[in-house]
């Protein structure tokens, strides 16, 4: 019972890595079904969940500290390399989990999640955000930047300023 107990942790591990993609949690899963496979080959160690966990944690951080190099070169995103402050403005990026002004959310950026703030708009996950400047790790977003595509206009249409909108004739007169 025990092995099938650890295989399901395994694969439950495993699928949490889709959920968390830090492609850290994915070792934890590999080490839990590299110990539900011993289990089930050794079964005295069947009986001592100390030992049971102790071997869990060690192939997990093997595996972890052996092949975590190997498999990310399959399965990483883009590369995030843009580090000028002017290149990230405007960068669209999906929320992961909720943004409000009081609280920060995650986002996935250049292929990666990182912590995103917002000072004074609520997102929810899966909207699309820009990004209007990195502080350290964490990134600020807006729903929209005036200027880009989908943001709003620099100038509202209407603006009395435009000389298709003014009212008097140009020579100062007003009838």
């Known amino acids: 019972m025990l092995p099938l107990i650890w295989a399901i942790a395994g694969l439950a591990f495993i699928l949490a890595e889709f959920i968390v993609p830090e492609f850290v949690i994915f070792f ?13 080959l050794i079964p005295p160690l069947a009986g001592s969940i100390p030992l049971q966990i102790v071997i869990w944690l060690g192939f997990s951080t093997l595996s972890l500290i052996g092949f975590r190099r190997y498999f ?14 002017a290149e990230l403005v405007g960068e669209m990026a999906d929320v992961l989990e ?8 995650r986002i996935r950026f250049g292929g990666t999640s990182w912590t995103a703030i917002s000072y004074d708009e609520s997102f929810e ?15 600020l ?14 100038e509202p249409p209407g ?8 009212t008097t004739p140009e020579n100062g007169d007003s009838e």
């Open 28 to 40: 934890f899963g590999l080490g839990a079904l590299l110990n539900s496979l011993l289990i089930a």
């Open 72 to 85: 990310s070169r399959w399965f990483k995103g883009r590369k995030f390399v843009k580090d000028d402050q």
């Open 125 to 139: 996950k899966g909207d699309k955000v820009a990004i209007i400047r990195r502080e350290g790790l964490k990134y």
């Open 98 to 105: 909720e943004i409000t002004p009081d609280k920060p959310g």
């Open 159 to 166: 603006d009395s300023t435009s000389p298709s909108d003014s």
């Open 141 to 154: 977003v807006t729903g929209s930047i005036p200027g880009l595509p989908g943001g709003p206009l620099v």
